[in-house]
């Protein structure tokens, strides 16, 4: 659980496998945009800091978040997986909490389904999706006084693109 002292950018690279031979893929929703944008940021900016090439990384935008799931299957089903590009994906998404119901609805479905996914695909497929009361909330996890979301999701495909690697 993320405090008010501990900011989740921070990352020791010497504990990270290096990951210039590693090809990302990345499913950004485009609703609540301002957040899923700084998200994006912040997983493309890790993602090079720990050596992977910038045309290694492959963006596919998506209408809301519980279209992640199709996107990311999509992603994993497409020439990119075909041609052995991927080692690995990130699902981006942002659900703010309102007065009805939808919220807990969407929130499961993408739960479930990127569960899916990694239990039924090849390729991992890293869960980003900030599901928060407010919009203060998320604005603090997409690189405010709480860190970036995004790029600890870049360090989790990393290591998963390793463990991948290693057990084929």
């Known amino acids: 659980m993320a405090t008010a002292n501990h900011n989740l950018s921070n990352y020791d690279k010497t504990t990270i496998p290096n ?6 893929g990345i ?11 700084g998200l994006w940021q912040g997983a493309f900016e890790a993602l090079v800091d720990c050596g992977a090439l910038k045309e290694n990384i492959v963006r596919w935008n998506v209408p809301g978040t519980f279209e992640l799931t199709y996107g990311a299957a999509r992603m994993g089903k ?21 007065e009805t119901k939808h ?19 090849d390729i991992p497929v890293i869960f980003c999706v900030l599901t928060d ?21 870049a360090i989790a495909a990393i290591k998963m693109a390793e463990l991948r690697k290693d057990t084929m």
């Open 19 to 24: 990951a210039k031979d590693f090809r990302f």
């Open 27 to 37: 499913v950004v929703s485009e609703w609540n945009s301002q957040i899923t944008e």
């Open 78 to 98: 497409s020439i990119y997986a075909d041609s052995g590009m991927l080692d690995a994906i990130i699902v981006i998404g942002c659900v703010i909490q309102g």
């Open 103 to 121: 919220f807990d609805f969407v929130c499961d479905g993408v739960t479930q389904g990127i569960k899916d996914l990694n239990l039924k695909g």
């Open 133 to 153: 009361n407010n919009l203060q909330q998320s604005i603090d996890r997409s690189g405010g006084k709480h860190g970036n979301k995004g790029t600890e999701a």
